[in-house]
């Protein structure tokens, strides 16, 4: 059984079909979905979602793009929401200094604060990093090393910088862009760091792995992106998913 560490099934995307969406994935070999918030309501919506469904889970967060949004009322709001038994994580928290929707320096304002609640809360964290991996690690690092403490959703970066994610205690997630064809960055991370460090998820409805590539992206093809991290490591499709689904559980603390 796979898990679909990171989607965001509260999106318009899938407003027409999501039932059909979730049913696709239970049927289809998925046995967890985290779908998680970037804003007060989507994170709001993605813990409505997981309360109706069994299989999903939910993350209430501030993304970077909405950190201009962050204040001690949508703080109070996620904070009482965290107490939820289908709330998982902390997330999606970030920077992202490829759109620049927020200033660096609020982005990394907001972003450490976040990372301060979640350890009060005792949560993990789901960590969005895009053209920011240095401002990201040197806040990480600021943290300190210690148990598994969260994951960095969809990797953009090279080896050296998965590997000192990795000692210092977090996950690396791998997105269907490893089966891109030119995708040799990605594709080098997934064959090169230790499986027990690795999640997979679809960042759902963005990111469509091939064959699906240029469709809307569901939970159902993380199935595509497993297969194609085995073959690269030329180990057995169940073996992956297994340990990958493992992994998950042990981050999020789920069942």
Not at 38 to 51: F, P
Not at 81 to 95: H, N
Not at 99 to 119: C, D, K, N
Not at 188 to 207: G, R, W
């Amino acid at each position: 059984m796979l898990i679909d560490s990171h989607a965001h099934l509260d999106m318009e995307e899938f407003d027409k079909d999501r039932e059909d969406v979730i049913d696709r994935a239970g049927s289809g070999g998925l046995s967890r979905i985290i779908t998680v918030g970037v804003d007060l309501d989507s994170s709001l919506a993605a813990v409505a979602i997981a309360q109706k469904y069994d299989i999903i889970y939910a993350a209430i967060g501030c993304h970077p793009h909405n950190a201009n949004e962050f204040n001690p009322q949508v703080l109070d709001k996620l904070g009482g929401t965290a107490s939820d038994s289908k709330v998982v994580a902390w997330g999606e928290i970030g920077l992202d200094f490829y759109r620049r929707h927020s200033s660096p320096e609020e982005q990394s304002g907001v972003f450490s604060r976040q990372l301060e609640i979640a350890a009060e809360l005792g949560l993990p964290v789901i960590i969005h990093d895009r053209e920011a991996h240095d401002n990201v690690l040197t806040i990480l690092k600021r943290m300190g090393k210690g148990e598994r403490k969260g994951v960095i959703h969809c990797f953009s970066g090279d080896i050296d910088l998965a590997m000192a994610f990795i000692e210092l205690g977090y996950y690396i997630s791998i997105p269907g862009t490893v089966t891109y064809k030119n995708a040799s960055q990605v594709k080098k991370v997934a064959y090169s760091i230790p499986l027990e460090s690795m999640l997979i998820e679809t960042d759902a409805p963005f990111l469509a792995p091939v064959p699906k590539r240029g469709k809307r992206n569901e939970p159902f093809f993380v199935s595509f992106t497993a297969r194609e991290i085995a073959r690269l490591r030329n180990i057995e499709f169940e073996l992956f998913a297994e340990q990958t689904s493992k992994n998950t559980k042990t981050l999020f603390d789920i069942p």
